[in-house]
């Protein structure tokens, strides 16, 4: 799943580098902390939140087909 993240926000940015997944194992579900450059977050968050939820979808639906639970978090 960091992976997938991963190659999904560093394709939305401007500085690809400034980019950082770190992945957190809370007991049956992992969580997803995304770290990007200043600049770039309202890329990542988008117009009402809208490219953020569709990460989440996307990450949720993988998620889904493993069987495990995936929480993706961007932070500043």
Do not use: C, F, N, W
Request: aromatic share 0%; charged share 35%; proline share 1%.
């Amino acid at each position: 799943m960091k992976e997938l993240v991963e190659v999904i926000v560093k394709a939305l940015v401007d500085d690809p580098d400034g980019v950082s997944v770190i992945e957190k194992a809370e007991g049956k579900s992992t969580i997803l902390e995304v770290h990007v450059a200043d600049g770039d977050m309202g890329k990542v968050i988008g117009k009402q939140g809208r490219i953020a939820k569709a990460i989440r979808s996307v990450v949720k639906a993988a998620a889904a087909k493993e069987d495990k639970k995936v929480v993706v978090d961007i932070v500043q």
